[in-house]
């Protein structure tokens, strides 16, 4: 039996963990589609046997904002750029966090109210690593991604949404 140096857990000589210190495909699953999100997807593309924690977050439309009823959101994205940046995002998440699976599923498209635009899933050996990634990773998506959002109201207008900047170690607004 040896001790790991990440959790001081036991575990036999031939286990080998698999916190990776770099973002890579086989086990940090990007996805922009059109189609319905699935939860329980992303935290399937998440999990192993490693994993204590497995933490999300699910953002979905709601149906008012700033006292207007919203009708329904719609997304669009420059997907290459976004993959590439999101793969970086994921490498500063590893050089922070102790992760063993990032997922990051995003809809583009139309969005109606009450269903999922985005999903974040992180698995860890435990909870605090998944949680703080989890945050980490959801900030820098609203800052960083080339994702635009366009809201549709019920007086017939529309319109496209500015992220606000996000200082992504107190996970708060900029103040201007």
């Known amino acids: ?23 890579n495909e086989a086990y940090d699953h990007f996805l922009i589609s059109s189609e319905k999100l699935s939860l329980d997807q992303a935290c399937d593309s998440v999990r ?7 933490s999300t977050f699910e953002g979905t439309t709601r149906n008012t904002f700033d006292g207007k009823r919203v009708i329904r959101l719609e997304y669009d994205a420059y997907q290459p750029l976004a993959k590439k940046e999101w793969y970086k995002i994921v490498q500063e998440a590893r ?11 995003h809809r583009i498209g139309q969005v109606p109210v009450g269903h999922t635009s985005v999903i974040i899933a992180v698995s860890s050996a435990h909870r605090a690593d998944a949680i703080s990634a989890v945050h980490f990773l959801i900030d820098s998506l609203k800052v960083r991604l080339p994702i635009w959002k366009k809201e549709l109201l019920d007086d017939g207008t529309d319109t496209w949404k500015q992220n606000e900047p996000i200082d992504l170690d107190t996970h708060k607004p900029i103040q201007h």
């Open 1 to 23: 039996m040896d001790t790991h140096t990440c959790c001081n857990h036991t575990y036999p000589e031939d286990y080998v963990p698999k916190h990776h210190k770099d973002a």
């Open 95 to 105: 050089s922070k966090y102790l992760i063993l699976g990032t997922v990051m599923h």
């Open 48 to 54: 192993t046997d490693a994993a204590g924690a497995i």
